[in-house]
């Protein structure tokens, strides 16, 4: 495949996860109890990391959160969006820039996942602290563990077991490389 083929490609998986970021909380938001608790803009930004690099999975990551604030008011743009915007841009980058380098095994598809998962949270709690720091409301400790892990319980949970069931599927079609 040339680079020219391989960037076309990127290109149109990327849109397809940007529209995927885009629809399924649609769905998901039909489930009031953990509708917003499944993380659904997540699952397509950190497969287009797995599937496109780093750098595309950035930079669906990024306009994800704010296209879809923009457009249909949700997430609110300040705080929600923006500090949604670096954390997933962070999952983007960091689950393609690890796959890329580590073993295509199970084990590599998980600590590509879950680097990318802890990194994206870490920098959400860091931009949510700065954003709050001009507002009124105050972002402590105990609600970024809230925002970052307890209230996303089911969404780790899926994105633990739906992520690497993809790319595994995906790597047997032979779709994306099975061999570093």
């Known amino acids: 495949m040339t680079n020219t083929d391989r960037s076309a490609k990127n290109l149109v998986v990327a849109a397809l996860m940007l529209a995927l970021a885009y629809v399924l909380p649609n769905f998901t938001g039909n489930i ?18 797995f599937l496109c690099g780093g750098v595309w999975g950035a930079v669906v990551g990024f306009v994800a959160p704010l296209l879809r604030s923009v457009l249909v008011g949700m997430p609110p743009m300040f705080p929600t969006a923006i500090s949604m915007a670096f954390e997933m841009a962070v999952y983007g980058l960091v689950s393609g820039a690890l796959y890329r380098r580590l073993p295509k095994s199970l084990g590599g598809i ?67 490389p099975q061999t570093a």
């Open 32 to 49: 009031p109890q953990i509708g917003s608790m499944l993380l659904p803009m997540h699952l397509p930004v950190l497969l287009c990391g």
């Open 110 to 176: 998980y600590a590509s996942l879950i680097g990318a998962m802890l990194a994206g949270r870490v920098v959400w709690g860091i931009v949510r602290a700065l954003l709050t720091l001009t507002g009124n409301t105050q972002f402590s400790f105990a609600a970024f563990i809230a925002g970052a892990f307890t209230s996303a319980i089911p969404g780790i949970i899926l994105q633990l077991v739906a992520i690497p069931v993809v790319v595994v599927a995906l790597q047997k079609a032979r779709l994306i």
